[in-house]
């Protein structure tokens, strides 16, 4: 009933970060999704030590990767990936079914700083960094894989800008004619918005049929009437950053002074975690598709060292250590093939 949050499930507390929250809006039947990032995103963008834009826009690619994968049923992975021609070059962040996140970005020092320099201190801006000015021309890729002998799905649009939420929305009603709202925040460690580290959180609400699920083209959209959409869209608008971002606002009582008026109902939240997915089994088959005689090339004082561009995780190779590695190959009869990490 409206002015009351009605939980779903009993017994258990309600986490308040590391968390995409489902929710519904009962007097229109709008879906939404809240999601809270703090201790994950803190560990992602500090292995490789970003520099701040370019750590921020990785944490608001994070937070959008979340909240987009949990409105979809797969089983596998989940991939947002960003490429340009400007000082940012690409941004790729995925999560698995369980809730595993990671993500990387490459960027142009040179670029970087010149950008920098002329735009000041962004980390800690109010508005959404531009995406047209930090990756330049580009485009926005989506991809859900579930592994071998399965259909892989990829979508494609421009990146339209400004924000990283427009240019998710523009995909949205060019490709999917899915009607959406999205709000993304993120605030690094030292700022008022931070806390203790960095944090990162996303807003989506979308116009679904009450049936439920993620909704395809052919889906009936007019169960939700246009009054009621926009209704839900000047709500949602309502909520600032900083309560996007604060790690003492439960998300339910964020849900409850945003929706109450029209009723609110969450689901069980569906926790969230840094998950790299490399491994030494994953870097040995890649040294062995390079072949023994084309790996000293590769050496730098000794070694050879593979650094994971996810986690910043160093796996080294001595001598000895690619003497066996090889040794190895040979008997299993150079069985294995390259992969990513």
């Given at each position: 009933?409206?002015g009351v949050l009605?939980?779903?499930t009993?017994?258990s507390?309600?986490p308040?970060?590391?968390?995409v929250?489902?929710?519904v809006i009962?007097?229109?039947?709008?879906?939404g999704?809240?999601?809270?990032?703090?201790?994950?995103?803190d560990?992602?963008?500090?292995r490789?030590?970003y520099?701040?834009?370019?750590?921020?826009?990785?944490a608001e690619m994070?937070?959008?990767?979340?909240?987009?994968?949990?409105?979809?049923?797969?089983?596998?992975?989940?991939?947002?990936?960003?490429?340009?021609?400007?000082?940012?070059?690409?941004?790729?962040?995925?999560m698995t079914?369980?809730?595993a996140?990671?993500?990387?970005?490459?960027?142009?020092?040179?670029?970087l700083?010149?950008?920098e320099?002329?735009l000041?201190?962004?980390?800690d801006?109010?508005e959404?960094?531009?995406?047209?000015?930090?990756l330049?021309?580009?485009h926005?890729?989506?991809?859900?894989d579930?592994?071998?002998n399965t259909?892989?799905?990829?979508?494609?649009?421009?990146?339209?800008?400004?924000?990283?939420a427009d240019?998710?929305l523009h995909?949205?009603?060019?490709?999917?004619?899915?009607?959406?709202?999205?709000?993304l925040a993120?605030a690094?460690?030292?700022?008022e918005?931070?806390?203790?580290g960095?944090r990162?959180?996303?807003?989506l609400?979308?116009?679904?049929?009450?049936?439920?699920?993620h909704?395809?083209p052919?889906?009936?959209?007019?169960e939700?009437?246009?009054e009621?959409w926009n209704r839900?869209?000047?709500?949602t608008?309502?909520?600032?950053?900083?309560?996007?971002?604060?790690?003492?606002?439960?998300?339910?009582?964020?849900l409850?002074?945003?929706?109450h008026?029209?009723?609110?109902r969450v689901?069980?939240?569906?926790?969230?975690?840094v998950g790299?997915?490399?491994?030494l089994?994953?870097v040995?088959?890649?040294?062995r598709?390079?072949?023994?005689?084309?790996?000293?090339?590769y050496?730098?004082?000794?070694?050879?060292?593979m650094?994971?561009?996810?986690?910043?995780?160093d796996?080294r190779?001595?001598?000895a250590?690619?003497?066996?590695?090889y040794a190895?190959?040979?008997e299993?009869?150079?069985?294995?093939s390259?992969?990513?990490?």
């Open positions: 009933m409206p009605t939980l779903e009993t017994g507390t309600n308040v970060d590391d968390l929250q489902p929710f009962e007097k229109s039947g709008v879906r999704r809240l999601l809270r990032l703090g201790a994950p995103v560990t992602i963008l500090t490789p030590g520099p701040r834009p370019v750590a921020r826009l990785l994070l937070a959008l990767t979340g909240v987009l994968a949990s409105t979809l049923k797969y089983d596998g992975v989940f991939t947002l990936q960003l490429k340009g021609e400007g000082p940012v070059r690409t941004m790729v962040a995925d079914s369980d809730g996140l990671r993500g990387y970005a490459g960027f142009d020092p040179a670029g700083a010149e950008l320099a002329e000041g201190p962004v980390a801006a109010e959404p960094l531009d995406v047209r000015r930090w330049g021309k580009g926005m890729a989506f991809t859900v579930q592994g071998p259909q892989r799905y990829q979508g494609l649009v421009e990146l339209s800008g400004p924000s990283l240019c998710l995909y949205f009603r060019q490709s999917q004619q899915i009607n959406a709202g999205i709000l993120a690094p460690p030292d700022s918005l931070g806390g203790d960095w990162a959180s996303a807003l609400i979308e116009r679904v049929p009450e049936a439920g699920g909704q395809s052919s889906d009936d959209l007019t939700i009437s246009g009621d839900a869209l000047i709500l608008a309502s909520c600032t950053r900083a309560e996007l971002l604060d790690p003492a606002l439960p998300p339910n009582s964020l409850y002074r945003l929706f008026e029209d009723g609110v689901f069980p939240p569906r926790p969230l975690s790299c997915r490399c491994s089994d994953k040995e088959n890649i040294l598709s390079l072949g023994r005689d084309a790996i000293d090339e050496k730098v004082e000794g070694e050879v060292v650094t994971c561009e996810f986690c910043a995780q796996f190779f001595d001598d250590a690619l003497d066996r590695l190895r190959h040979v299993t009869g150079g069985k294995g390259a992969q990513s990490l």
